[in-house]
């Protein structure tokens, strides 16, 4: 009875010998198949720790190298930016207490005469678009300042000379005379920019010279009525890269190094979101403020809004509403300004215009922007909705005059 136990415990043991013999050729055979596998580590000699980074190196920083995009891009522009310096004398307003004959009989003639004077000062950034000195920026960075001195980025400086504002689209051109030998941003195109394209930042922010911010295009041509700056007649690049006080003016640049826009800090409570004005629109308006020192806006004289059926819909149905809007798509017109061209072809408030030279107007935005892309004294034919009629009218553009 005891010999098949021993018989079964001999098979056993021969089937485990068996079993590892075989996982030892196996092994054996796969090393002589992937003799890399197999090799010893490298040895690393003290001080010696090349071999070492380059196993540590990631596919995907050995693929994108240890210079940055953006590092390039600015590289490729950061000496044509320049720091602007602004300077204005202002006197202040004499009580007219002050001027008041028993006044002046206790404290003197020569008292409201010395009335100090005040000193305000301005900083924003700008960048040079020629090799003779032309530099590029907002008009708010320069507008009424006795001097302005332009610094740049190896720290030469220079009095600028402004050549030219336009309030309308915010820009100006200032000239300074350094030689022909400037570094010079390259200008790109606004019109191939795409939402999500990449956005940086460059300018003095705050007074921090030279600095950098990253962010990517938000949206495109976001109206400056819909920023609330309704002076201006603007279809800004929206962008969340950083633009503060200081930032004004200095350009926005794509992942290439290419000026975009040029970057304006024209809302103070703009949180999270900057604007820039499109470098194609800037590029038009510097030549024209280079060659004439100003540029003539065409307008009509009316403050408007655009209409849909929605919203007229609200204000009929409102009992204390003043007057009954046609429920329609087009611009209603808020206010007319007296002596302008709307006013003397007609145009009244609570008008709503339908179209312009045959061509349907839906929006504020699309009016101005065709008055815009008119000729100063051309005759424009706009049909309106007034009450239950339509009328055609002619308006004559006039040019804009500015605040100052």
Do not use: C
């Not at 043991?13 to 890399?36: E, F, N, R, Y």
């Not at 409201?112 to 004077?117: F, I, K, R, T, Y």
């Not at 204000?315 to 046609?326: A, F, G, H, L, V």
């Not at 309106?384 to 553009?397: A, D, F, P």
């Amino acid at each position: 009875m005891r010999f098949p136990k021993i018989s079964r415990s001999l098979r056993q043991l021969s089937t485990h010998v068996l079993a590892i013999a075989l996982g030892v050729v196996l092994a054996v055979s796969t090393l002589q198949v992937l003799p890399s596998q197999a090799e010893p580590a490298p040895t690393i000699t003290p001080g010696d720790t090349s071999n070492l980074i380059a196993q540590r190196q990631s596919p995907a920083t050995a693929a994108i190298g240890t210079t940055s995009f953006v590092t390039a891009a600015v590289n490729r522009v950061g000496s044509a930016v320049v720091r602007i310096d602004t300077e204005r004398t202002i006197t202040r307003r004499v009580d007219p207490f002050m001027e008041d004959p028993f006044f002046r009989r206790f404290f003197g003639d020569g008292f409201s005469q010395q009335m100090p004077s005040e000193q305000l000062r301005g900083l924003g950034s700008g960048f040079i678009i020629d090799k003779s000195g032309l530099v590029l920026t907002n008009a708010h960075v320069v507008d009424k300042a006795d001097k302005v001195t332009v610094r740049l980025k190896d720290g030469r400086t220079f009095e600028g000379k402004v050549q030219g504002i336009d309030e309308v689209t915010d820009l100006a051109v200032v000239k300074i005379n350094a030689g022909n030998d400037l570094p010079v941003a390259p200008l790109g195109s606004s019109t191939n920019v795409q939402v999500g394209d990449w956005a940086i930042a460059v300018g003095n922010p705050l007074g921090f010279d030279n600095t950098v911010t990253l962010g990517i295009v938000s949206t495109l041509k976001r109206s400056s009525a819909q920023v609330g700056i309704s002076d201006k007649r603007l279809d800004f690049i929206q962008t969340d890269a950083a633009i503060n006080p200081g930032n004004s003016g200095g350009p926005l640049l794509n992942g290439l190094g290419e000026v975009i826009g040029i970057n304006t800090a024209i809302r103070p409570d703009a949180m999270g979101i900057g604007f820039a004005i499109p470098i194609d629109k800037a590029k038009a308006i510097a030549a024209q403020l280079q060659r004439d020192g100003k540029v003539a806006h065409p307008y009509l004289g009316v403050q408007m809004l655009t209409l849909t059926p929605d919203l007229a819909k609200q204000n009929n149905t409102d009992p204390n509403s003043p007057i009954q809007i046609p429920e329609i798509n087009g611009v209603f017109v808020m206010r007319v300004v007296p002596n302008s061209p709307a006013a003397s072809a007609g145009i009244r408030r609570g008008d709503v215009i339908l179209q312009v030279d045959g061509k349907a107007i839906t929006s504020a935005e699309q009016l101005q922007n065709v008055v815009e892309d008119s000729r100063l004294g051309q005759v424009l034919q706009v049909k309106v909705q007034r009450g239950n009629k339509t009328e055609q009218l002619s308006i004559r553009t006039a040019e804009l005059q500015n605040a100052s």
